[in-house]
């Protein structure tokens, strides 16, 4: 299975803070320690002007879908796991009021190749 990402760049502008940190659960927490990279503003200084990552095949595994799967310990069941990634990533899409393609649940869940997107009007 691989995650449609529509490279919005919306979660790596929303590399949460220091101090905002201290409001989240302690394994998010522990997923972001030692986190390489600078952010301003919440945008991570690794994020192109085209929202690719500069260092995507070295990038951190928390920025990583399926290694992050892999770190965390709260959520057994894949599907799961990808179903939850696609609602946020759909939700910061929402909230951003942008115009990328929305990741389509039903095609996250079907363990097909690749995850396609469709339009939202």
Known sequence: MNFGCV???LCCKLIPSPEMMDHYPEEVRELFKGFPY???N???EMLSEDNTCKVYDNRPDVCNTEKLFHNQTMIKDKDHW???QVDTCNLLMD???SNYPRIP???ALKNEPDISCELKY
């Open 7 to 9: 490279k919005c760049g």
């Open 38 to 40: 600078k952010s301003t």
């Open 42 to 44: 919440g945008v991570c």
């Open 82 to 84: 990808y179903r939850m």
């Open 95 to 97: 909230i951003d009021k």
């Open 105 to 107: 649940v039903n095609k």
